[in-house]
């Protein structure tokens, strides 16, 4: 992943905000998406990937469909209750983040160390 | 021209790969060759000319030099978590007050009997270790039987059948035993190891007894493809 260290602590969040707005999605499908979204500039490796579905998926968080798709067994996820409500909070959580962020930054009067 | 498409063939080659690289359990086989299969036909569109296996390598290439160790070694974590919270729901649920009752009651009698003559603590201690040792025994051939009839390791119902791996906690009872055969056991000594030993038989009914008799419904829910796969 690019820059790793900056966006790994935010994969779940990007993974749950996906998982929000198309419903349900399946690994290969969530990385060709983000690569999509961000015209290539994040790529999420697969080694990173699937431990954080599965550990969001232990966790409560998502369920999981299987359909068999051109006879090949197809592992979607979707967000549970109690995955759309952390969704949320992650999501506050982020945002306040980034605003913390650009006022550090951002503001060129301000000058760090 | 058509896209390629992955045939039938190469998919089974997709599995064995999976298997080649220690991926043991079926469910997260599926996973992945799934993955492989649509990097593959995607790579396919936009450069048709590679055969199945130089696709299969660059793909394999981006899950890094550990390939799949990590996601499995992630995947056995994150599943035994999910055990354990199981246990603590199913717990939650059978501790009625007739069980309340009935955990009160077993803790006391041995109390009693603990203080009465404290070599009676062996007594419960074997009956612990002997019940569970032998259907912990029956669980693993059951389980070796599943496994032949579907011809597929799944990861959950692995840790169901070995109950979390019980065989290393089994022993407990015995360690608590160091403090029970000196003279003079004090009534908090004795009041605290039959609760405890009390607490053990609920949860060795649990995980021995409870649990892998509802296998198959915990199963399904883990696995939405494990009833799929067997009516297939």
Redesign the interface.
Known sequence: MKNSQLYKGSLTTILMKLLEENGRM????IT?KVKLITAGELNI???AL??AL??L????HLE???E?V??????YYKLTESGQKENVNRLAELEEFIRNMQNLVGNPKLKLG | MEAK??T?QQ?EALFAFTRKHYVEYYDLQ??????L???IE?RWQAEPGLTFDEALQLEFK???I?GFS??VA??QY??Q??YY?LVWKEFRSVLTFPVILFITGLAWGMYHSIMAYHHSYAFFMFLLIVVSSWKLWRLKKEYHKRRKETGRKWLFEEILFSCGGFGVIMPVPLQLSHFMFDEGISQMLAAIVSVLLALFFVYDYMVLFRMPARAERYLQKV???YG??KTA
């Open positions: 399946y690994g290969y499908e060709q490796t697969e080694g699937y431990p599965h550990k998926e232990a966790e409560g999981v469909e299987v068999k051109d006879n090949r067994l197809r592992k | 498409k992955i039938q998919m599926a996973e992945l060759a799934d993955h299969a649509n990097a995607e981006k899950f890094g550990f990590d996601i992630e995947r994150a599943l978590k999910r919270r696995y939405p493809e799929l796969e």
